[in-house]
């Protein structure tokens, strides 16, 4: 898989932005149930105060996807956000403390390196919609009558027609 790393020492205070093209070969995202068109635009926003850093990771990409109702296929363009805030050091993990919001988008690190292509391949699987459609009035195909329906089926068909 591509790296795509930061120097977090190269990071100056303020705000610091990095663009990055990716395909998704280069991010392994080719054995999948959907097909990226195109290359996955990502902007990459770092914040500094001190020595507290937090990120902003913008993913834009298209992709071609089936229909739940009708199976047609069709395109459609994703804007992904995600927020994280970077911690130097290891997680301390103890039974006595309480899970914030903070600590789901908390990344500890050790070097000074980070790589975020995993967190772009991540957004753009989890962007994938459980069931997508190719437009909200989209409708379920009406059955042929010229076909010879088996019997067996006609109480499920009935229960379309009510």
Not at 38 to 66: A, D, P, V
Not at 133 to 154: G, M, N
């Amino acid at each position: 898989m591509k790296t795509i790393t930061i120097n977090l020492k190269e990071i100056k205070p303020g705000k610091s932005t990095f663009q990055v093209s990716s395909t998704a070969e280069e991010l392994e995202l080719t054995d999948i149930e959907f097909k990226i068109i195109g290359s996955i635009q990502t902007e990459i926003n770092i914040y500094k105060n001190r020595n507290n850093y937090e990120m902003e990771i913008t993913s834009k990409f298209k992709m071609l996807l089936f229909c739940a109702r009708c199976l047609n296929e069709f395109e459609k363009e994703f804007t992904e956000i995600d927020h994280f805030y970077l911690k130097e050091g290891f997680e301390n993990i103890n039974q006595e403390n309480t899970f914030s919001e903070e600590d789901a988008y908390t990344i500890f690190f050790n070097d000074d390196i980070i790589d975020v292509s995993p967190l772009v391949r991540e957004q753009v699987i989890l962007s994938v919609p459980i069931k997508p459609l190719c437009s909200e009035s989209c409708k379920v195909p009406d059955y042929k009558k010229e076909e010879e329906l088996d019997p067996r089926w006609q109480k499920l068909l009935d229960l379309f027609k009510k």
